[in-house]
Structure formats: C-alpha cells, structure tokens
C-alpha cells in the first residue's frame, strides 16, 4: 500500500532554491521590518527598506534614493517615502542610531504597505548577472487604492493597471572588450557605504 507523502505542485516546485525572496515584478503586501538611512561615498542618501510579504517572501535594500550625488534632493525619492508614510499612516519619521554603522527610522517598522516592484537585471561588478527591485507605487494594503484614489473617492484601479503592463527593465552593462569602469551615476553599486554616518533628509 502506498502512503502518499507528497503530490506534486509545480507553483512551489519553481520556488526552490530561491531562497524564500521576491524575484519578480508585481504588486505585494508587504509589512515592513526596518527602513535603513544610507549615506554613500558618492555623497547620494537613501532610505533602505526591508520587509515580508504575507505568505513569507522576504525584501531587503529596496532602495529610495533621496539625495543625489550633488547633495541636491531626489524630488521622486522623496515623493516614494512620503507616499510610503501615507499609505502606511506614518505621520512623521525620526531616525536613530542602532549601532556605529546602522541608522534606522523606527516608524516604519511593523507597518503594512502595498508595494508595485519592478524587477532591474544588472551586472555585477564581475561582468555576471544580478537584479535588484525598485519601488515604482506604493498603495494602500487594505484597499489596494494609491494616495491619490483614496483623496479623490475613487475605487482601486490604478495598481491593477500599472501591473498589467509591468515588464522588467534591464540595465545589464554591455559585454566591452574592455572595462572603463563606468558606474551608475546617482545609483552606486553596493556597498559603497560612507561609515560617516547619515544625516537626515
């Protein structure tokens, strides 16, 4: 007699070996674990989000930056945190030291969010393929409705018409014959942390 243990199930059979992550672009609920503040050696600042979905995907380094490489403000970066605030009922965000190295904004922490992800193919600095995910709309978790919907009354539409035409974007470097070392500008590779330390938005 047979005693089934298992039967098949393709959907969870993909998942292996990636570790538990989200690897593609869509919308998710997403409860935030920490909103890390980055200051890099390029002068740009960012805020460093991480955080799990419901069925257990983890997130980490979505990064906004907030402060461009000239110190002047990243109007669009600024905009992503404050719609995450919004969304999220964040009234005001404070920072503070964890440790030498670790400056975190404690609000976030905790907090549900609806996040539109567009997954970025990249290359790392060894020519080899990597992605990373990129905040495109933050919304509302319990209504799936942006900021803008819910002040104008209207009903959810806006994430399920972003999510239909969402592609991922692809930034991978060209293969040179040779390497001239050209980077991203605003956007450094990682880690290019200043252990200075960060100083707020």
């Known amino acids: 007699m047979n005693n ?3 039967t098949y199930n393709e959907e969870s059979a993909l998942t292996a070996g990636q570790g538990g992550f989200i690897n593609e672009s869509g919308a998710y609920i997403i409860t935030l674990s ?3 503040l980055k200051t890099f ?3 740009s600042k ?6 799990e979905t419901e069925d257990g ?8 930056f907030t402060t461009k490489t000239d110190g002047t ?3 669009f970066g600024v905009a992503i945190v404050q719609a995450i605030m919004g969304c999220a009922g964040i009234r005001q965000a404070t920072y503070q030291m964890k440790d030498a190295k670790n400056i975190v904004s404690p609000e976030f922490a905790g907090k549900k969010v609806g996040l539109v992800l567009q997954k970025t193919l990249t290359s790392k600095q060894d020519g080899s393929d ?4 990129e905040i495109k709309l933050p919304f509302i978790a319990s209504t799936r409705q942006t900021l803008k919907e819910k002040a104008e009354g209207k009903q959810a539409e806006t994430v399920e018409r972003m999510i239909a035409t969402l592609k991922d974007k692809d ?3 060209k293969k040179p014959s040779g390497n001239n070392g050209a980077g991203h500008g605003d956007y450094p590779d990682y880690p290019q942390q200043d252990d200075s330390g960060f100083t707020p938005f």
């Open 46 to 51: 960012a805020v460093e989000f991480s955080g």
């Open 171 to 173: 930034d991978r470097k």
């Open 130 to 133: 990597s992605y990373k995910l």
């Open 57 to 64: 995907r983890k997130v980490q380094y979505l990064s906004v």
């Open 34 to 36: 920490e909103a890390a």
């Open 73 to 75: 403000e990243s109007k």
């Open 4 to 6: 089934v243990i298992f």
């Open 41 to 43: 050696d390029t002068g």
